[in-house]
């Protein structure tokens, strides 16, 4: 069992290095979150993401996620309530996601 | 004998070709504009119509007048572009060749988007102003409403000019004072933003500044769908609010064009390049203002500034030089706050907007962040600077780096 003591972390909680992340971190992050445990249809977004950001640099936004993960708007909010875009990006390891300007 | 292609004949496509004309050579370059209307609508003046400011005569003009006389207007609407061979779809059939092309075809609102929004109740219990045909339904509809709740809608970002939603209900805070009805109207911002605006600090400075107008945030508010009848919207996690006119900024999309061209994001933006403006994937293709991904403003005064070092870069580009990275992601708006006064906000992709003063030389300094008259004065000269300067390609009293000059750290 992971704790994320050994993880660094942002005054908001969010990993400072997204390439220290390991599907374990994410499984403790879940449970801060109160998603725990994740489950399939979970780790079909966070994939997405984690692929996502390797190819473009950025974490993507929820249209992004629902356009291309499988997983719609609506099941999204229910597999993360209150705020998916930024449970999404806080358990799969990437920073808070940037509001456009 | 070489041509550069600009698609879309609104701000930045008329700012580029005025510009370009006067650096490429006439006998070697013909620069080709194509747009699918010829009136040009100066959209920040859209604001301004519902509340009987502005009419419609005061924010159209003919697009050819803006467009150099020695380049070529194409009234047509564009299909798609074939980047591959470097040539681009007319929807009348027509195909036009390029070596260079320019994509300027902005941003527009979509509010097929979101269920329940563009049906029956469409212009008469649930407004836009973001198209002029919006602006003028919403003031008829505001002559004769008789008070209630009006929510301020903002449905995702990124919008264009986002600061006009906070602008709409200041002006509305005044409309209603001066109609005697103030009381009779609840005024509430709903939005997918954390508070009043994107950047912490105005969003903090602007979230006092609606509080002590009276008027209400619902903030974090996901719309799923609206329901017309019951007069209420719905978000995601199933939060309601109702109302009694709701003015709704819909999606904004890039141009159906870039998606039928499949060169766009989930929203048809072009990826671009950030500090260059050159189009991810293609070297011969470069895109300015609201057509981009990028996350800067979508607003004339970024166009603007993306124009300015965007010159440069294009003429390195043809002499097959590098490209510099001279955007920087500069915006700068005037707010208005309502009772003749405004504020002035300047910021870039690094730095957030700050207090301060900002230095115009021969005009300022207008405050930044805090309510002046001079600022209020300023968004309205902003009207003659766009005929005038702006589109034109002259040169404005501002430089295109963001200046620390005169910022409170
Ligand atoms: C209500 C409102 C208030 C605003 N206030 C401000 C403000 O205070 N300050 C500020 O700086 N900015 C403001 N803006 C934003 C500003 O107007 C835009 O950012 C700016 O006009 C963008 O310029 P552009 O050239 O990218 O797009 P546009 O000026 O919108 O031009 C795009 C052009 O492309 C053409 N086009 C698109 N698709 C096709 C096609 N398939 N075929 C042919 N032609 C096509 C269109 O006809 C249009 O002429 C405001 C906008 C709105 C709506």
């Not at chain 1, 909010?77 to 920073?95: D, E, M, N, S, T």
């Not at chain 2, 709740?149 to 600061?163: N, Q, S, Y």
């Not at chain 2, 939603?165 to 509305?172: I, M, N």
């Not at chain 2, 508010?221 to 006119?245: A, C, G, H, M, W």
Request: charged share 25%; net charge negative.
């Amino acid at each position: 069992m992971t704790t994320l003591q050994d993880v660094s972390l942002d005054t908001e909680g969010f990993m400072v290095d997204p390439n220290a992340w390991n599907p374990e971190i994410a499984e403790a992050l879940a449970e801060e979150e109160g998603l725990a445990p994740l489950n399939e249809r979970h780790w079909a977004v966070i994939d997405f993401v984690r692929k996502d950001w390797g190819e473009t640099g950025e974490s993507p936004t929820l249209r992004r996620i629902t356009k291309q993960s499988g997983v719609n708007t609506k099941e999204l909010y229910a597999l993360f309530p209150k705020g998916p875009a930024k449970k999404v990006a806080r358990v799969a390891g990437l920073g808070k996601p940037k509001g456009c300007i | 004998m070489k041509r550069l292609l600009i698609l879309g004949g609104g701000t930045a496509g008329t700012m580029v070709a005025n510009r370009l004309v006067k650096e490429l050579e006439s006998d070697d370059w013909k620069i080709t504009v194509v747009d699918e209307s010829d009136t040009h609508i100066y959209q920040p003046g859209l604001l301004f119509i519902p509340f009987g400011t502005y009419d419609k005569k005061d924010v159209i003009k003919p697009r050819r007048r803006f467009l150099p006389t020695d380049s070529e207007l194409i009234l047509a609407q564009i299909d798609h572009i074939e980047p591959d061979s470097n040539r681009v779809w007319l929807k009348d059939g027509r195909s036009l060749a390029y070596d260079y092309l320019i994509i300027t075809t902005g941003s527009r609102i979509v509010p097929e988007e979101t269920p329940g929004l563009a049906e029956d109740e469409w212009r008469r219990s649930i407004h836009d102003f973001y198209t002029l045909e919006g602006a003028l339904a919403l003031r008829d509809k505001l002559r004769d409403w008789e008070g209630g709740r009006l929510l301020m809608h903002v449905t995702e970002m990124p919008i264009k000019c986002p600061v006009a939603p906070l602008e709409f209900l200041f002006l509305a805070d005044w409309y209603f004072h001066e109609a005697g009805i103030r009381d009779r109207v609840d005024l509430t911002l709903v939005t997918p933003l954390p508070g009043a605006f994107t950047k912490p600090k105005a969003s903090e400075m602007l979230g006092a500044l609606l509080e002590e107008k009276d008027i209400h945030v619902e903030p974090e508010f996901n719309v799923e769908r609206v329901d017309p009848d019951d007069k209420q919207i719905i978000s995601y996690d199933e939060r309601t609010i109702d109302y009694d006119l709701l003015v709704t900024v819909p999606v904004n999309m890039g141009s159906e064009m870039i998606e039928r061209s499949g060169m766009g994001d989930e929203l048809m933006f072009v990826p671009t390049e950030k500090h260059t403006l050159k189009a991810q994937h293609h070297d011969n293709i470069f895109v300015l203002g609201d057509a981009t991904n990028l996350p800067s403003s979508k607003a004339g005064s970024v166009a603007h500034f993306q124009v300015d070092g965007f010159i440069e870069n294009f003429l390195r580009a043809i002499r097959q030089q590098a490209l510099l990275p001279s955007f920087d992601g500069h915006a700068n708006c005037y707010i208005e706050s309502g009772f003749g006064k405004g504020l002035l906000i300047d910021f870039n992709y690094d730095v957030e907007p700050l207090p301060g003063r900002f230095p115009l030389p021969g005009f300022g300094p207008f405050a930044l962040l805090q309510e002046s008259r001079a600022n209020h004065w300023g968004k309205l000269m902003f009207r003659w600077m766009y005929w005038h300067l702006l589109l034109r390609g002259k040169e404005l009293p501002i430089p295109a780096e963001l200046s620390m000059a005169g910022k409170w750290n």
